[in-house]
Nanobody
Framework: QVQLVESGGGLVQAGGSLTLSCRNS????????VAWFRRALGKERAFVAR????????SYADSVMGRFTISRNNTKNTVYLQMNNLNPDDTAVYYC??????????????WGQGTQVTISS
């Protein structure tokens, strides 16, 4: 059952920025960690970033370190992914998910349907 809803994807030029949002159908997240993953065409789903809701601890994939920032707004029950200095390698469908403190998709049991991010060169 799909609970999470992503938004904010789109088409931008290389060097541009986008902010993705993830909501849990209008209610509070009910797992300790929210993460972003992405799947590029022909590739496996890959970890991007995660945030622990109990203490705001964050973790990033090496490929996005220093360019992407994950954050949350408790009032809005929303987790964000601010993406700066985008390049064509960032083109993918981006998914948010709830789960454990892990980079493995199998440890996340609640997923959104994804939002497409396309970066033109």
């Amino acid at each position: 059952q799909v609970q999470l809803v992503e938004s904010g994807g789109g088409l931008v030029q290389a060097g541009g920025s986008l902010t993705l949002s993830c909501r849990n159908s209008g209610r509070a997240f009910d797992r300790p960690v929210v993460a972003w993953f992405r799947r590029a065409l022909g590739k496996e789903r890959a970890f991007v970033a995660r945030i622990a809701l109990i203490n705001d601890r964050t973790s990033y994939a090496d490929s996005v370190m220093g360019r992407f920032t994950i954050s949350r707004n408790n009032t809005k029950n929303t987790v964000y992914l601010q993406m700066n200095n985008l390049n064509p390698d960032d083109t993918a469908v981006y998914y948010c998910a709830q789960g454990a403190w892990s980079a493995q998709p199998a440890t996340f049991n609640s997923w959104g349907q994804g939002t497409q991010v396309t970066i033109s060169s």
